[in-house]
T-cell receptor, first 114, second 113 residues
Framework: AQSVSQHNHHVILSEAASLELGCNYS??????LFWYVQYPGQHLQLLLK??????LVKGIKGFEAEFIKSKFSFNLRKPSVQWSDTAEYFC????????????FGGGTRVLVKP | ETGVTQSPTHLIKTRGQQVTLRCSSQ?????VSWYQQALGQGPQFIFQ???????GRGNFPPRFSGLQFPNYSSELNVNALELDDSALYLC????????????FGPGTRLTVL
């Protein structure tokens, strides 16, 4: 069955540090990939998405992600985090064989210390 | 443009009861998907409705059922509630294509005692 996994459950870092969150998926066919963010007390919001084309995708708030097909990965990066980036981050995929449903990873809680 | 809205915000029920959760899709969207997010986990797909028909279902028992109305709003019904049904229930709307973005509502927090 198709799945998405996120390597880190919790990440703690200081402001201005760089952030990289890992995401891997299990599926050999066509996949659309997403990163969603859930700020404290708010609903899930889309950060960025990959459908096709340039594997380096830029999203909102300075985030970017790189799709590496050979590694089945879609890691999220931000060069310099701010306290306001404290949130839970979810990687998700839509797999061609599974219709239009989103399959989510378990999430990574990121705490940015001021 | 109105976003996805859900009601109620919070709900407390006891085991064996039934519950109905509601979702209004974003303007221009004809597809609604429902997800269950247990504490500390990622959302799990329950089912999707496209133009009033069920269009895919996850690994949830039949006591989880739904409806979509002509205005594309939707309901999630859960019968015979169990303690493990306690979770955040998320609704997402989209225009229905596979290569499409789903936009989420704030969720309904259900607690089953």
């Amino acid at each position: 069955a198709q799945s998405v996994s996120q390597h880190n459950h919790h990440v703690i870092l200081s402001e201005a540090a760089s952030l990289e969150l890992g995401c891997n998926y299990s599926y050999g066919g066509t996949v659309n990939l997403f990163w969603y963010v859930q700020y404290p007390g708010q609903h899930l919001q889309l950060l960025l998405k990959y459908f096709s084309g340039d594997p380096l995708v830029k999203g909102i708030k300075g985030f970017e992600a790189e799709f590496i097909k050979s590694k089945f990965s879609f890691n999220l990066r931000k060069p310099s985090v701010q306290w306001s980036d404290t949130a839970e981050y979810f990687c998700a995929g839509v797999f061609k064989a599974a219709g239009n449903k989103l399959t989510f990873g378990g999430g990574t809680r990121v705490l940015v210390k001021p | 443009e109105t976003g996805v809205t859900q009601s109620p915000t919070h709900l407390i029920k006891t085991r064996g009861q039934q519950v109905t959760l509601r979702c209004s899709s974003q303007s221009g969207h004809n597809t609604v998907s429902w997800y269950q997010q247990a504490l500390g986990q990622g959302p799990q797909f329950i089912f999707q409705y496209y133009r009033e028909e069920e269009n895919g279902r996850g690994n949830f028992p039949p006591r989880f059922s739904g409806l979509q109305f002509p205005n594309y709003s939707s309901e999630l019904n859960v019968n015979a509630l169990e303690l493990d049904d306690s979770a955040l229930y998320l609704c997402a709307s989209s225009t229905g294509g596979r290569a499409d973005t789903q936009y989420f509502g704030p969720g309904t927090r259900l607690t089953v005692l």
